[in-house]
C-alpha cells in the first residue's frame, strides 16, 4: 500500500496524515478498516510508566590530572564505573545511600531517592554532587574527584534502557494477610486492592503484536527527545502464550532503547519511588507506526476487550507465583474485578493522561517535519527462549 | 451549615458521650470521619458537625468549657498539582474514593468532602505529590 521512503516524503511535503492510536480506533469503528488504511500514513502510540531496567550512559570528559574512576556517586547515588576511565553507568533504580545515621530524620526512609531522580534532575539542567575515588596509575594519576556536573558540563548523557515497553504485564494482588509493598505500590491484604501498569489497547507494543513494524534502528520520541530502538529487551519473551488476535496473555516482548538526555525533557523522565520497594524511573515513550497496509489497522484496531492479563499473587514470595487467571484490559479499566467471587478494585500505574500527551507530541513533530521514520535494520527475535537462573553448587539449607 | 473540627479530649473526657450531648442538647448531626478514642487515653476525632449557626457556636463553646480542645484547622491532603503525573495508583487505596480518575481525561480528581484524611495515599504516591499540610 505504502513504503516508509513514500510516508517520509509525506512528511517532508507536509501532506502525511497522522493519527494516534485513539483517534485511529474510533476511525475504524466509523469507516472501517479498508478506508482507514487508504487515508491514514502513520499512527502514534505513547506511553507513560514507571521503567526501572532503565539508566544513563555519562562520559565525563578527563579532568586535568586525569583519573580513572573505579568508584563514583551522584548526589549519593552509586553509579557503576568499571569500564572507561570516565565512563558512567547511572541505574534508575539504585538507591541514594545515607550519608550518615545522623542525617536521616524519622519522616524520611533511607533511600527514597535515587537514579532515576538523579537523571531526571541532570535533564532539568540542575547541579549534581560528584564524587569519585580512582586507581591511581601511569596513564591516569588523580586519585579522587570532587566536583559538581550539569548535563551542560559533562561530554556525553544518554539514556540506555535494557528493558522498556513491556508488552503487557501482570495485574497484583495480594492474598495473603499483610499490606506487601510491591514495584506496583502497596497490596492490601485479602485482596484488598488490584494494580495492573500497562495501558491495554493504547499500549504500543499492543499495536504491533508481533514487531512486524518495529525493530532494530527504528526511531522512537524517548523521554521528550529523539531515540532508538536498539536491541531486544532484557527477559523478551515473544514465546508467551497468545490469543487467537496474536496478542500475549501476559509478559511478553520487550525493548532496548537509547537516547540522547541532554536533549530530553524532564516531564518525560520523572524519577519516582515506591514505598519499601524503591526508586525507579517514569519515562515517555512514543512509537510511530507505518501504515503498510490493511493488516496495520487490522492490528491497531485491537481493544481492551480482546487484551488480557493475568492477576498474580504477590503473596508468595516465589518466582512462579499463583494466578487467579486472566482478566480483560477492558475489566481493568471499569475499576472494578472479581476475583473468586469477591469485588476488588482496580487502580493503574500507567498515566494515562501523560501517554495521551506524549502521542500528540509525537503527532506533531511528524505533522511538522521534525520527525521522519526509520525502516528497522534488523527485526527483533520472534522465538527466543527465556530461561531462568537454577542454582547449581552446594546450597546452604537453613533449617 | 456545616463544620469540620478536630476534637482532642483529656484522659478524663473520653467516658463522656459527647455526639449524644451534641444531638440532645445542640441539636447537631455529628459524623465522626475519623477517630482515636481508648480507654484511659488522649481522644481524637475529626467529626463534621451539621446543625444551626447559634447552635453550633454554643456548641463549641460548650465543648472548650468541656476543657475538650476543638481545632477548626483540619489537616488535608495537598495534591501537589506540578508534580502529579495522573497515573491513578492513589486511587486504588483510597477508601472513600475521594480521589478518582476523570473518565475522560483520566486526570486525577481530588474530592475534597469526601475525604476522610488517612493518609494512605501520602505514601502511595510514587513521585510524592501528595501530602499533609501539617
Known sequence: MRTIAEINEKIKSGSVVVLTLEELKAKVAAVGIAQTAKEVDVVVAGTFEPMEASGAILNLGHTDPPIKIRQCWLDGVLAYSGFGAVDLYLGASQSAEPLGMAELNESEEPGDRGGGHVIEDLIAGKTVQLRATGQSTDCYPRATLDTIITKDTINQFYLFNPRNLYQNFIVGVNGGDRQLHTYLGPLQPRLGNAVYSNLGALAPLFNDPRLRLLGIGSRIFLGGGIGYITWEGTQHFPLQKRLPNDTPIGPAATLALIGDAKQMNPKWVRGCYFKQYGPSLMLGVGVPLPVLDEEVVRCCAVKDEDLVAPIIDFSIPRRVRPTFGLVTYAQL???????????????????????????????????????TLTAPVAQIPDDRKFIAQEIWGSQTVLE | ???????????????????????K????????????????????????????????????????????????????????E???????????????????????????????SRCIVCEQCVPTCPVQAISTNF
Not at chain 2, 451549615?1 to 444531638?23: C, D, E, G, S, W
Not at chain 2, 468541656?66 to 495537598?78: C, F, G, K, M
Not at chain 2, 492513589?90 to 475522560?104: F, I, M, V
Open chain 1, 333 to 371: 479499566k471499569s475499576g472494578r474485578v472479581k476475583i473468586e467471587g469477591k469485588t476488588v478494585r482496580v487502580a493503574p500505574l500507567a498515566s494515562v493522561a501523560l501517554s495521551r500527551q506524549v502521542a500528540q507530541e509525537l503527532k506533531q513533530w511528524i505533522e511538522n517535519g521534525s520527525f
Open chain 2, 1 to 23: 451549615m456545616k463544620k469540620r473540627v478536630t476534637l482532642t479530649f483529656p484522659r478524663r473526657m473520653v467516658q463522656m458521650p459527647i455526639t449524644y450531648r451534641l444531638a
Open chain 2, 25 to 80: 442538647d445542640f441539636n447537631i448531626a455529628a459524623n465522626i470521619i475519623r477517630a482515636q478514642v481508648a480507654p484511659n487515653q488522649v481522644g481524637k476525632i475529626v467529626v463534621e458537625l451539621a446543625g444551626d449557626i447559634d447552635q453550633l457556636d454554643a456548641a463549641l463553646d460548650w465543648m472548650r468549657s468541656q476543657e475538650i480542645t476543638v481545632s477548626l484547622a483540619n489537616r488535608e491532603i495537598l495534591i501537589n
Open chain 2, 82 to 112: 506540578e508534580a502529579c503525573v495522573h497515573c491513578g495508583l492513589c486511587t486504588g487505596t483510597c477508601p472513600t474514593e475521594a480521589l478518582t480518575l476523570d473518565s475522560k481525561t483520566f486526570l486525577l480528581n481530588f474530592t475534597r
